[in-house]
C-alpha cells in the first residue's frame, strides 16, 4: 500500500507540473486545430488544386490491386494536411521567438550597482549583526 501511494503522489506531482498542463492545452488546441485545417484543405485548397490540374478530383483518386482499392488521394490530403499543420505550427513559433527577441531588446538593462554602494551594504550588514 505505501508503494502504491508514493507512486500516487509522485503522479499528482508529475501531473501538477506547468509543462505537462501546458502541453495538455496544446494537444486540445492541436486538435481543434486539425479539424479546420482538414476542412480547409479538402473544400477549398483540394478542389482548386483539382481544377488547377485538369478537374481531378483527388478524393476519389484511387487504384486497385487486384480487387482492393487503394485509397491515394486520402493519402495525398492527409500529406497535404500535414504540410499546411506544419507551416502555421513554425510561422506561430517563428512569431512568437520574434516577439520574445524583441521585448527582449526594449527591455531596460538593469544598472551595475556601484562598488561603494556595495561595500557601504556590506558594512551595514555587518553592523545589523
Same mark, same amino acid.
Given at each position: 500500500?505505501?508503494?502504491?501511494?508514493?507512486?500516487?503522489?509522485?503522479?499528482?506531482?508529475?501531473?501538477?507540473?506547468?509543462?505537462?498542463?501546458?502541453?495538455?492545452?496544446?494537444?486540445?488546441? !492541436?486538435?481543434?486545430?486539425?479539424?479546420?485545417?482538414?476542412?480547409?484543405?479538402?473544400?477549398?485548397?483540394? @478542389?482548386?488544386? !483539382?481544377?488547377?490540374? /485538369? /478537374?481531378?478530383?483527388?478524393?476519389?483518386?484511387?487504384?486497385?490491386? !487486384?480487387? %482492393? @482499392?487503394?485509397?491515394?488521394? %486520402?493519402?495525398?490530403?492527409?500529406?497535404?494536411?500535414?504540410?499546411?499543420?506544419?507551416?502555421?505550427?513554425?510561422?506561430?513559433?517563428?512569431?512568437?521567438?520574434?516577439?520574445?527577441?524583441?521585448?527582449?531588446?526594449?527591455? @531596460?538593462?538593469?544598472?551595475?550597482? @556601484?562598488?561603494?554602494?556595495?561595500?557601504?551594504?556590506?558594512?551595514?550588514?555587518?553592523?545589523?549583526?
Amino acid at each position: 500500500m505505501g508503494k502504491f501511494k508514493s507512486l500516487l503522489e509522485e503522479f499528482k506531482a508529475f501531473i501538477a507540473r506547468g509543462n505537462v498542463i501546458d502541453l495538455a492545452v496544446g494537444v486540445i488546441i !492541436g486538435s481543434a486545430f486539425s479539424n479546420i485545417v482538414k476542412a480547409l484543405v479538402d473544400c477549398v485548397m483540394m @478542389p482548386i488544386i !483539382g481544377i488547377i490540374l /485538369g /478537374g481531378i478530383d483527388f478524393s476519389n483518386l484511387s487504384f486497385n490491386i !487486384g480487387n %482492393t @482499392p487503394i485509397l491515394i488521394g %486520402t493519402f495525398f490530403q492527409a500529406v497535404f494536411n500535414f504540410l499546411i499543420i506544419a507551416v502555421v505550427i513554425f510561422s506561430f513559433v517563428k512569431i512568437i521567438s520574434l516577439a520574445k527577441h524583441k521585448q527582449k531588446e526594449e527591455a @531596460p538593462a538593469v544598472p551595475e550597482t @556601484p562598488a561603494d554602494i556595495k561595500l557601504l551594504t556590506e558594512i551595514r550588514d555587518l553592523l545589523k549583526k
